[in-house]
């Protein structure tokens, strides 16, 4: 199972909306709406901030939103703040009843 | 409050073995499936495979097919990953990770156990 494809990187200025996107195939994003993203701080364990596409955590700020559309998954961060800054990965469900993340995004705020 | 503890770090030379724990509370054990992820330094998180701690029932990613075990042990809320031929690629922090009652994510996470192979 290759894994879902991410941009390597993402930059945007506090208070900016930015989108980091997913790309998966009809194995596994598009087919499934079990997709998830994570929040990952240098030297910390990930943290979920979307599931079931679009389903946030209680605790996760309403300022991040999950969408799909075909094969591709997008995370949204509006209103963006410097402690948004992190690395972020998708995940999602595959027909052979596995699971399998995408490569991550480094978020940049400047 | 929920809680995963991992075992500590470790070192183990090329062709050992390394079993990690990760000791659940704060709920019931059997109701949750056990993810465990790695991730190597500098690198990306990566799947390894999910245990049903009901039933014992296990589902690997490919790559890891015949080189992984998962277990558990009902009677202390333990989930076990041990990963055999070890070479210097298996370098990474090994996290166990609940699964969000079956959709597929999770909600909680152990706080990692380093592995180190080395000569």
């Known amino acids: 199972q290759s894994a879902l494809t991410q941009p390597a990187s993402v930059s945007g200025s506090p208070g900016q909306t930015i989108t980091i996107t997913c790309s998966g195939t009809?194995?596994?994003?598009?087919?499934?709406?079990?997709v998830s993203w994570y929040q990952q701080d240098p030297g910390k364990a990930p943290k979920l901030m979307i599931y079931y596409v679009t389903k946030r955590p209680s605790g996760v700020s309403n300022r991040f939103s999950g969408s799909k559309s075909g094969n591709t998954a997008s995370l949204t961060i509006s209103g963006l703040q410097a402690d948004d800054e992190a690395d972020y990965y998708c995940?999602?469900?595959?027909?052979?009843?596995?699971?399998?993340f995408g490569g991550g995004t480094k978020l940049t705020v400047l | 409050q929920v809680q995963l503890v991992q075992s500590a770090a470790e070192v183990k030379k090329p062709g050992a073995s390394v079993k990690v724990s990760c000791k659940s509370s704060g709920y019931t054990f059997t109701n949750y499936h056990m993810h465990w992820v790695r991730q190597a330094p500098g690198q990306g998180l990566e799947w390894m495979g999910i245990i049903n701690p009901d039933n014992g029932g296990t589902r690997f990613a490919q790559r890891f097919r015949g080189r992984v075990t998962m277990t558990r042990d009902t009677s202390t809320s333990t989930d076990y990953m041990e990963l055999h031929s070890l070479t210097s690629d298996d370098t990474a922090i090994y996290y166990c990770?609940?699964?969000?009652?079956?959709?597929?994510?999770?909600?909680?996470w152990g706080q990692g156990s380093l592995v180190t192979v080395s000569s």
């Open positions: 995940s999602s469900y595959t027909t052979s009843d596995r699971w399998v």
């Open positions: 990770a609940r699964d969000k009652s079956g959709n597929w994510c999770v909600d909680y």
């Open positions: 009809n194995s596994d994003v598009g087919n499934y709406n079990y």
